[in-house]
């Protein structure tokens, strides 16, 4: 199998993600815990709702190597200008583009018994590219590669309706609690009363982006085919504490 097959398997391995929504959640979930005082009752009440990602960061790097450290860096330098010329042409903006790392390391021979001579130098320029619509990923990687891309390190999906989602598991949250509660007073042989106090709960932020550590390494400027991205879920939870009264 020649280095773009296997290429092309890696990348649809690793960029194919698989939903990390809430398992077997419709809405509500269930999960809740009680607790007791004089006339009073308090519930926890959780809620999942899954939403599909429609925003990307992508972190890739152009490598180099070379005898020369002078000549290895403009090698690299050159081709890192290619990329980010690519991505413009791509109508990306400049503030989507930041160069988020830069590396310079000799590379030795150990071949001399003790001693280390160093053969030649590598140079990695990553680049961080954010706020990019899920469906422009594949034609950025694709075109990235093309102009000098040889590694892809990282990409992160995230939801614009992050917010609006979140209020909407939030009010989730609350019917869960009601019915709980509902169903608690009842048991004891009360009636549910007027909320006397109510709480949000710990707020997962890192749930607004759902990230896969790809490592894609060795791409080829060959490669001709679109990188398919397929997001999956994301999965945005509430949670809220209601403390009831008991009639």
Do not use: H, W
């Not at 009440?45 to 000549?71: L, R, Y």
């Amino acid at each position: 199998m020649n280095q773009y097959k296997k290429l092309a398997m890696a990348a649809a391995a690793v960029l194919v993600l698989g939903a990390a929504g809430c398992a077997g959640a419709a809405g509500q979930t269930a999960q809740t815990q009680t607790g007791t005082g004089d006339n009073q009752i308090t519930v926890t009440g959780k809620s999942c709702v899954n939403v599909v990602p429609d925003m990307a960061k992508i972190v890739f790097a152009v490598n180099t190597e070379g005898v020369s450290a002078e000549d290895t860096q403009k090698e690299n330098t050159e081709k890192m200008n290619q990329v980010i010329e690519t991505l413009k042409s791509m109508n990306i903006d400049e503030k989507c583009i930041r160069t988020s790392d830069y590396t310079m390391y000799p590379q030795y021979d150990y071949g001399y018994g003790n001693s280390q001579q160093i053969i030649g130098y590598q140079v990695g320029a990553t680049l961080t590219i954010s706020d990019q619509k899920i469906e422009d990923v594949g034609t950025i990687l694709t075109k990235g590669v093309k102009a000098g891309i040889n590694s892809v390190s990282e990409i992160s999906y995230s939801s614009s309706k992050y917010d609006e989602i979140y209020q909407e598991a939030l009010k989730q949250a609350v019917d869960a609690s009601n019915v709980k509660a509902e169903a608690l007073a009842k048991a004891s042989g009360k009636t549910l009363g007027s909320i006397k106090m109510m709480t949000e709960g710990y707020e997962d932020e890192s749930s607004r982006y759902y990230q896969t550590n790809s490592m894609i390494s060795g791409m080829t400027k060959d490669q001709e085919s679109m990188v398919s991205i397929q997001p999956g879920e994301q999965a945005v939870r509430a949670e809220v504490n209601v403390t009831y009264e008991l009639k």
